[in-house]
């Protein structure tokens, strides 16, 4: 592949400036659990930064379904399968790649154990798991009720899923989103999506109406999506914040019912974005906090709690960076250049890390929130006087080109982690 | 790869600092280019530009 501008400032200072000499202790086993945009790139960033080490990835499932462009599949703008990726290239590096779950993890005999029974010994394990659920957190909502009420907030059955019933739904229905408290997935995510069915609705079910309850008061983007939602989606989507009364307090499922402490909202089409926390590996290996997700060193992204292991992604407690792709491979590399640093006894290098963020609100207008980040005390904080949101005053061909660069910077980084 | 975005890799160095730089002062127009170069010191972009020119 080509590497383009955007894929190279995703890498690190420190991946740019480390030396490749031999090992001193033979052939080092690094074990990456989890395929998703962190645990793919640490695992082939490693494998290339020393082709002696053994690099194991273990995921569950033998393709990864990718969130970033998932909500234009919900808008069906988009087929699911644009979505799927494999892992042969990765195998083809050298990468074993095991599929199946970790069901234990032994931080002190860095052992993996997995779904067969077999273990997998490692010298430092990478835990990429992304996210999960914390069902039962809003009272009505577990997993049964993601069948009735779909969350789509881990691509695959539940994008299809809510994209068939916004399909089914009868023109003049009433589709309601709740967007969860912080920190979550992808912050402009639920913001998107309410983008892109709004565009779904207004082009083909132009008597329905889309509300957002919110259980914030701000999100990402907010001015630039309310902008453009005044602009070609009046009348049709809802924001309902915090203040105004919209925080869901529970739900019905049998009756696609959301209630806030001011009233009931019957939906046509519910989508409930649930609470989230680290995903299950990194609770059950110890790496979580309280808060239910990871806290790391910046440098290393090894974790605070667990020597030995590290942690990338999402489910990584990564201060200024938010939960997104874009973060993940990011920080993957600065971990993949860290790892294989102290696997040689060497001392990691501060890294500098890059996130881009695109959204669309219709299919040719595209917004983008973009920071750079740098360890400071111990916490990955906002390099001052960079990054920021895309003009508020921007004339339509520049939020066409930020809607072709949000496509190219899809296929750049899915070619990167798995291509 | 079909992406509007220019390939970097085996650039000449000096006209990655250039374009960083431009994006950096904002003489060289951009959408997120600018915020994200203005991110890193003349060092770092130099290291950067070396370190893409020796990818192929």
């Known amino acids: ?419 | 790869m079909d992406t509007p975005v220019p390939a970097i890799r085996g650039r000449n160095p000096q006209d990655i600092v250039a374009a960083m730089q431009g994006f950096r002062s904002g003489e060289r127009p951009s959408t997120v280019m600018g915020r994200i170069a203005k991110g890193f010191s003349d060092d770092e972009i130099r290291a950067i530009a070396d370190w893409l020119a020796a990818q192929h």
């Open chain 1, 1 to 419: 592949m080509q590497t383009t501008r955007r894929a190279f400032l995703g890498s690190s200072i420190a991946a740019a400036l480390f030396p490749a000499p031999a090992l001193a202790q033979g052939r080092a086993r690094v074990v990456v659990v989890g395929g998703g945009f962190a645990g793919a790139t640490c695992a082939r960033e490693l494998q290339r930064a020393e082709p002696r080490f053994a690099v194991t990835l273990i995921e569950a499932g033998p393709t990864y379904t990718a969130c970033p462009f998932s909500n234009s599949v919900i808008a069906g703008l988009r087929p699911i399968t644009a979505q799927r990726f494999a892992y042969d290239a990765l195998r083809g590096e050298g990468i074993t790649v095991q599929q199946d779950q970790a069901k234990a993890v032994d931080p002190l005999r860095r052992l993996v154990t997995l779904g067969d029974g077999s273990t997998v010994g490692y010298e430092r394990l990478v835990l990429a798991p992304g996210i999960d659920f914390r069902w039962g957190a809003l009272p009505g909502y577990d997993e049964a009720a993601a069948q009735a009420m779909p969350h789509a907030w881990k691509a695959g059955d539940q994008t299809l899923l809510l994209r068939d019933q916004l399909d089914a739904m009868p023109d003049g229905g009433r589709v309601v989103i709740s967007a969860p408290a912080n920190p979550f997935r992808c912050p402009p995510g639920p913001y998107e999506r309410a983008s892109l069915i709004a565009y779904y609705l207004k082009t083909k079910k132009p008597r329905s109406k889309l509300i957002v309850l919110d259980a914030k008061d701000n999100f990402s983007k907010q001015r630039l999506f309310q902008a453009a939602w005044q602009q070609l989606y009046p009348g049709l989507l809802e924001w309902v914040s915090l203040s105004n009364g919209g925080k869901v307090t529970s739900v019905d499922p049998s009756t696609r019912t959301l209630v806030t402490d001011f009233a009931s909202y019957k939906a046509d089409v519910a989508n409930v974005i649930p609470q989230q926390k680290a995903g299950h590996v990194a609770e059950i290996a110890g790496a979580a906090d309280q808060t239910g997700w990871c806290p790391i060193d910046p440098v290393t992204f090894e974790s605070r709690l667990q020597p030995g292991i590290h942690v990338v992604g999402d489910a990584a407690i990564a201060g200024a960076m938010p939960k997104s792709a874009f973060a993940a491979n990011a920080q993957a590399k600065v971990c993949a250049a860290a790892v294989a640093a102290l696997l040689r006894d060497e001392p990691p290098s501060p890294p500098k890390l890059i996130n881009t963020c695109y959204s669309l609100v219709a299919p040719d207008y595209g917004i983008s929130i973009a920071g750079v980040y740098h360890p400071v005390g111990g916490q990955l904080a906002d390099v001052e006087g960079a990054g920021g949101v895309s003009p508020l005053d921007a004339p339509p061909d520049f939020r066409a080109h930020e809607a072709n660069y949000a496509a190219a910077w899809f296929r750049t980084i899915t070619a990167e982690t798995f291509g």
